[in-house]
């Protein structure tokens, strides 16, 4: 099934932007929800709304059954090796929050290094600031080739045998470079350090096999791959989910409660105190079950010749910077236009229905780096089609033409 037919299944698109056919170009901040992720998330509410696990009633096995078959597609998705890996959380910040509280916090000391880059999102950045601080933990970077990549040889000269955790995204949703996690685990592992992925921009847009790339943990968001807001997934292998507190404390999450001391449940189940996100796990499932059924390797296939197809224009056009690789890019295009803000580009391609993002991205420092304030992203998924990045193509042309006026 090809963009033009997938479009069917998402009411939203079809619909009138001031007065023009809405393109839709900002994916890496949330992607939209196919029909079949709406139905599955109201029927849940329409037929069997009620809480899991605890209810032995009709209705609370129909919903236990719905929220751990969510599980089970989370865990075929990423080829976790049992569901226990797979812990519901409230998205990726959440998921990277929960390790740095959980697991960093308890395991750190003085001497002991937390390794990143300054090209991460600030959910996988400021969580391992903060437990450095506490720790007394020493916060390391690994230096960025110029177009900021990440190379093993920076890698291998950053990671020393003090180095206890290693976090570091897997695509970026700056630069769109795809990070070689499996061979940074490998360079981890050898040093005794775990290594924490971001997997934010990268479960939505290829395959992901995290027994083969042998993370230790990864984490995503639902809302950026087809699948409603609110919920994510962090995998962790048992051993350390096991070695990793708790956050949130009471309903779900306990086990046997004294006066003055408490048990939990066993994993995954000690990370969801409260009543869980059922309807988000479902409506995850659905997504899950949409995206297989297109296929990741095909997915990935489709952005990467869009991204080709917009970049190899866009290149040639006066004025504007591109940042990151100039090859080999997935699912984004971070760039700006000569002597216009970022922001005032985003509202004149708006006017004209064209959605894309503008700001500093979650990304201070790396915008430091870069020496500007803010870019300019459009970002592509499954949905999006050749003949949108021309209209994208000639909004531009438009936006310097308007601003060319205004400037000269």
């Known amino acids: 099934m090809n963009a033009k037919e997938l479009r069917q299944y998402f009411p939203i698109l079809h619909q009138e932007v ?30 069997y709304n009620s809480n899991v696990h605890r209810g032995v009633h009709t209705l609370g096995s129909k919903a236990t059954d719905g ?27 959440t998921a990277i929050n929960t390790v740095a509280y959980g697991y960093a916090r308890a395991t750190l000391k003085p001497g002991d290094e937390i390794v990143t880059t300054i090209a991460e999102h600030h959910a996988n950045f400021i969580p391992w600031q903060q437990a450095a601080k506490v720790t007394g933990a020493t916060f390391k970077f690994i230096p960025l080739t110029e177009e900021g ?30 990070v070689p996690v499996k061979e940074i685990a490998k360079i981890a592992h050898e040093n005794g350090a775990i290594l924490v992925v971001d997997g934010a921009q990268g479960a939505p847009h290829m395959r992901i096999d995290v027994q083969e790339l ?18 994510g997934v962090l995998y962790g292998k048992r051993e350390l989910l096991e070695k990793t507190e708790p956050v949130e404390f009471g309903g779900e999450m306990i086990d046997y409660v004294d006066l003055y001391d408490s ?21 995850l499932g659905a997504a899950i079950d949409f995206l297989q059924e297109i296929g990741m390797d095909e997915i990935e296939r489709h952005e990467k010749k869009l991204i080709a197809y917009a970049l190899e224009q866009m290149l040639e056009m006066e004025g504007i910077t591109i940042y990151g ?38 990304a201070q420092p790396l915008m430091r780096w ?36 205004v400037f000269s």
């Open 149 to 178: 990549t990440v190379t093993l040889d920076a890698v291998r000269e950053t990671i020393t045998p003090q180095t206890k955790i290693v976090a570091i995204r897997h695509i970026s949703n700056v630069l769109g470079d795809t």
């Open 67 to 93: 929220y751990e078959g969510a599980r089970e597609k989370v865990r075929a998705f990423i080829n976790a090796r049992e569901a226990a890996e797979i812990v519901f959380t409230r998205g990726t910040t």
């Open 263 to 283: 048990t939990w449940k066993e994993v995954p189940w000690k990370f969801e105190g409260g009543t869980p996100i059922i309807a988000g796990a479902i409506g």
């Open 370 to 405: 870069l020496n500007v304030s803010a870019t300019a992203r459009a970002s592509f998924y499954v949905y999006n089609t050749e003949e949108e990045v021309d209209v994208f193509l000639a909004g531009l042309k438009k936006t310097k033409e308007y601003f060319g006026n």
């Open 18 to 47: 001031n007065g023009h056919s809405l393109v839709y170009l900002d994916n890496g901040a949330t992607s939209q929800k196919p029909i079949q992720v709406i139905e599955a998330m109201e029927k849940y509410y329409k037929e």
């Open 214 to 231: 042998d993370c230790d943990f990864y984490t995503f968001s639902s809302h950026k791959m087809c699948g409603p807001t609110g919920i």
């Open 325 to 362: 690789p100039k090859q080999d890019r997935s699912s984004l295009i971070t760039f700006n236009l000569a002597q216009v803000h970022p922001h005032d580009l985003a509202t004149v391609l708006d006017s004209h229905g064209i959605a894309i993002r503008a700001g500093h991205h979650c």
